[in-house]
């Protein structure tokens, strides 16, 4: 199957400079999709770690984060959905090392519904959300540009992040059994220093960072701005935990969206956490619907009695500059427009163009 | 398996492009055609696919050889056709810029 179209774009976070790039004329973070598995992955083998500006570069450890972006067709509302995150504890892609790269995958058709999942419900809520509907897409751009104030020895970013509203909703590229893969997506790849006796968080811990503590392999969160110290695992005498006054142990995905907004700015102090975000356009179901209509096509090719025709190829047609569009808005940055053109072919949203034969709960006719 | 059929399919992929130039250009002196001509609409519609098997064979490199084979003989077919439903005739692949620098 042609894979050409799965797009990405870095659009904020200190790992987005290229010079973390491996070969420079490749992204930083790309998907990867594999028709054999129905997997889309969260691939970062052409970033270089290893010239982060810490000191202890085999302490680095990552966390990964991808999220759905889409429209809810059944109340018009646009949310980010977290689904898939990298293991919270160390596992085979959370090895410590500025040199593993690593791949995570996610799995459209086996989709389980994370907790850290948000829905703005209030209108007064977009007051805090640069996904304003009354501003149109300007705002979405608002959101995803990247303000680079880089002196030397001194990176500084800031961007714009939604304030995260934890509760539940569904999911808009999920209806019914049926989990949609086209869209655009949200990469979050983030490095993070381990806790060590050589490198004791004590030194410039601030409330909101979060660590890597390498005894029982779990991510910390500070929740008061002191450091603290070590103190008897209330569950294995043996062992030593962050004290729990001053940590958290398992960040949630609002967590970690925190860290990177205060840390894109000037507040930005002791460099506690390093990423990069990355917007990926995704069209590998499109694709596959465009080959079916060119295919069709073809098999009229072999007989010498059919007459091709403009209303015949109109599907195919319609598909081809749905593709076309969505890219072309990709490429401007215009990530909510790309996705509604992807969506706009979906059941639930009236036409399911290119899911035929499916039921359409909105009005009642199969596709 | 993955294959990158550019290579391989090259004279077809510059043989369907080559007529849909053609074609446009023959059927651009024709406007408007749509509903008025049956076979400068078919002709316009072979164009479509032409353009998008070669496009799909200049650039696929995840597909099982089987099927691109079966794209190919449809693009053969479509060119076969259109080359008599035109007049036109695919053009050789021949590096321009090479036919530039002898003539000069």
């Known amino acids: ?367 | 398996m993955l294959i990158r059929f550019t290579d391989d399919y090259i004279n077809e992929i510059f043989a369907a492009y080559s007529m849909v130039g053609q074609i446009q250009e023959f059927i651009s002196q024709k406007e408007p055609f749509v509903g008025n001509s049956p076979v400068l609409d078919e002709l316009y519609s072979m164009t479509v696919l032409m353009s998008g098997i070669a496009d799909h064979l200049s650039n696929d490199d995840n597909s099982e050889p089987k099927e691109n084979e079966a794209f190919l003989m449809c693009l053969r077919s479509l060119i076969n056709k259109a080359e008599f439903m035109c007049k036109c005739k695919p053009r050789p692949l021949i590096d321009r810029r090479m036919l530039h620098q002898t003539s000069q």
């Open chain 1, 1 to 367: 199957m042609d894979i050409r179209i799965v797009e990405s774009l870095a659009t904020s976070g200190g790992l987005k400079d290229p010079s973390f790039r491996v070969d420079p004329s490749v992204e930083n973070i790309s998907l990867n999709w594999d028709e054999s598995l129905g997997t889309l992955s969260v691939v970062d083998y052409n970033m270089d770690y290893s010239i982060l500006p810490w000191q202890l570069y085999g302490d680095v450890v990552k966390k990964v984060f991808l999220t759905y972006n889409g429209k809810n067709c059944s109340n018009g509302q646009l949310v980010e959905t977290v689904v898939m995150e990298s293991s919270s504890e160390d596992d085979i892609n959370q090895i410590p090392g500025f040199n593993n790269s690593n791949e995570w995958a996610y799995t459209p058709s086996t989709l389980t519904y994370p907790s850290e999942i948000k829905e703005m419900t209030d209108i007064s809520e977009f007051a805090t959300s640069p996904y304003d509907y009354s501003q149109g897409f300007t705002v979405v751009k608002q959101f995803l540009t990247a303000e680079a104030n880089a002196s030397i020895g001194d990176p500084m970013y800031k961007a714009f992040y939604r304030a995260p509203h934890l509760t539940s909703f569904i999911p808009p590229n999920v209806e019914g059994n049926k989990v949609y893969t086209d869209g655009w997506y949200t990469s979050y790849v983030c490095a993070v220093r381990t806790w060590t006796s050589a490198d004791p968080v004590v030194n410039g811990s601030s409330k909101g960072d979060i660590v890597f503590y390498g005894a029982n392999k779990k991510f910390y969160l500070n929740i008061t701005g002191v450091g603290g110290t070590l103190i008897t695992d209330p569950d294995d005498s043996n062992a030593m935990i962050p004290d729990t006054t001053n940590w958290q142990v398992d960040p949630n995905f609002a967590d970690w969206q925190s860290l990177m907004m205060d840390n894109t700015g000037d507040a930005m102090v002791d460099d506690p956490i390093y990423f990069i975000e990355t917007q990926h356009l995704v069209t590998v179901e499109l694709n596959k619907a465009i080959l079916k209509e060119l295919k069709a096509q073809c098999n009229a090719c072999t007989s010498n009695t059919t007459k091709f025709g403009v209303s015949a190829i109109a599907n195919y047609m319609k598909l081809m500059q749905k593709r076309l569009g969505a890219w072309v808005q990709f490429n401007a940055d215009l990530y909510h427009e790309a996705s509604n053109i992807l969506e706009s072919s979906r059941k639930l949203c009236y036409q399911c163009l290119y899911h035929p034969g499916e039921y359409n709960s909105i009005n009642g006719s199969v596709c």
